[in-house]
């Protein structure tokens, strides 16, 4: 007995097939000259007329044949995918992590979403904005931010100051030159905050996320693995349409 992963496979070969044998099939439906015939002779209107030879051309294409034809190339179709849909009703599996059932007896068809939108998230948590390394941070029960230990910072302030570069004389007065010196006169204490994750934190989700798409494809594959039914339906579904 087939596994429905084989019947998957096969699909994939008999729907290019299918494609192929119906345009081959269908092809003379376009061409009016192949479905027509003729057939005639000739009689002279009195005895020693010209004899002329019958003529005649024949049908080519015949399109209750090419219905047979298109029934008999697409039975094979809907009987392999109507097997494949049949079998994805029962085919189940479970999402097994680290010997925990996350979800169990999932079906493939959202074990197929799953696995596509897990690839989706792994792209977001990869953006994930991540806490400056170069700071210490800690948790702040207050505002459930992250935040950083005070740092004190001296506040300056420029003050004129004279430099006398000669001293005044009779004849000259003196050369002073101003200069701005930094006197401090406060302190800044300061505290950064953040909304960012330790790095720690996006590390182990995408740990996680790791872990639980690997056992989605396994489930995957597991429930790929069922057993199928065979469903012959296209003898029925012709043998009603083009009876």
């Given at each position: 007995?087939?596994?429905?992963?084989?019947?998957?496979?096969?699909?994939?070969?008999?729907?290019s097939?299918?494609?192929?044998?119906?345009?081959?099939?269908?092809?003379g439906?376009?061409?009016?000259?192949?479905?027509?015939?003729?057939?005639?002779?000739?009689?002279?209107?009195?005895?020693?007329?010209?004899?002329?030879?019958?003529?005649?051309?024949?049908?080519?294409?015949?399109?209750?044949?090419?219905?047979?034809?298109?029934?008999?190339?697409?039975?094979?179709?809907?009987?392999?995918?109507?097997?494949?849909?049949?079998?994805?009703?029962?085919?189940?599996?479970?999402?097994?992590?680290?010997?925990?059932?996350?979800?169990?007896?999932?079906?493939?068809?959202?074990?197929?979403?799953?696995?596509?939108?897990?690839?989706?998230?792994?792209?977001?948590?990869?953006?994930l904005?991540?806490?400056?390394?170069?700071?210490?941070?800690?948790?702040?029960?207050?505002?459930?931010?992250?935040?950083?230990?005070?740092?004190?910072?001296?506040?300056?302030?420029?003050?004129?100051?004279?430099?006398?570069?000669?001293?005044?004389?009779?004849?000259?007065?003196?050369?002073?030159?101003?200069?701005?010196?930094?006197?401090?006169?406060?302190?800044?204490?300061?505290?950064?905050?953040?909304?960012?994750?330790?790095?720690?934190?996006?590390?182990?989700l995408?740990?996680?996320?790791?872990?639980?798409s690997?056992?989605?494809?396994?489930?995957?594959?597991?429930?790929?693995?069922?057993?199928?039914?065979?469903?012959?339906?296209?003898?029925?579904?012709?043998?009603?349409?083009?009876?």
């Open positions: 007995m087939a596994k429905l992963n084989q019947i998957i496979a096969v699909e994939k070969g008999v729907k097939k299918v494609a192929q044998d119906l345009a081959q099939a269908q092809h439906l376009g061409k009016p000259q192949m479905l027509a015939g003729i057939s005639r002779t000739y009689q002279p209107k009195d005895e020693e007329g010209e004899q002329l030879p019958p003529e005649s051309t024949r049908v080519q294409v015949k399109a209750e044949d090419v219905l047979k034809e298109t029934a008999k190339i697409l039975t094979r179709l809907f009987d392999v995918t109507a097997t494949k849909d049949w079998s994805n009703l029962t085919a189940r599996a479970d999402i097994v992590v680290d010997g925990r059932t996350v979800l169990a007896e999932v079906p493939v068809s959202y074990l197929l979403f799953l696995e596509k939108q897990l690839g989706e998230l792994g792209t977001f948590l990869r953006r904005p991540v806490l400056d390394g170069a700071e210490a941070w800690e948790q702040d029960p207050s505002t459930d931010w992250w935040k950083t230990e005070q740092v004190r910072t001296v506040r300056t302030k420029k003050v004129p100051r004279n430099h006398v570069k000669a001293e005044a004389t009779e004849k000259h007065p003196a050369q002073v030159e101003v200069y701005y010196e930094d006197i401090p006169v406060g302190y800044w204490t300061t505290v950064k905050y953040s909304g960012a994750l330790p790095a720690r934190r996006v590390n182990e995408l740990e996680r996320l790791e872990k639980l690997a056992a989605v494809k396994f489930a995957r594959e597991e429930a790929n693995a069922t057993q199928v039914t065979d469903h012959r339906v296209g003898d029925a579904v012709f043998g009603y349409l083009f009876s």
